[in-house]
Nanobody
């Protein structure tokens, strides 16, 4: 069992930055790859980005590529999502999730990010 808690969300003006954290407790967090997802009101949840368990592989959705960066500190059981040049369309609840295989097994409760124009 892995418990995930996201933090760092808030209200920011367009062009600003936020750093989200995903803190994990429970089983060997460093063995899990981590994904970030988001869900805007009235829309389906969408993939934002991913980092491998060792931190050497990342991938991003086209909509955030070049603006968002995912990193991890396994010693702190934490994964970060650095978000720069934020746009109003980035407004959503952001979730982290972990997987050992193909399927994301554990999810956090989410943190709200609101970008004002």
């Amino acid at each position: 069992q892995v418990q995930l808690v996201e933090s760092g969300g808030g209200l920011v003006q367009a062009g600003g930055s936020l750093r989200l954290s995903c803190a994990a407790s429970g089983r060997a967090f460093s063995r899990y790859s981590t994904g970030w997802f988001r869900q805007a009101p009235g829309k389906e949840r969408e993939f934002v980005g991913y980092i491998s368990w060792g931190g050497d592989v990342t991938s991003y959705a086209d909509s955030v590529k070049g603006r968002f960066t995912i990193s991890r500190d396994n010693a702190k059981n934490t994964v970060y999502l650095q978000m720069n040049s934020l746009k109003p369309e980035d407004t959503a609840v952001y979730y982290c999730a972990v997987r050992a295989g193909v399927k994301y097994d554990y999810w956090g409760q989410g943190t709200q990010v609101t970008v004002s124009s």
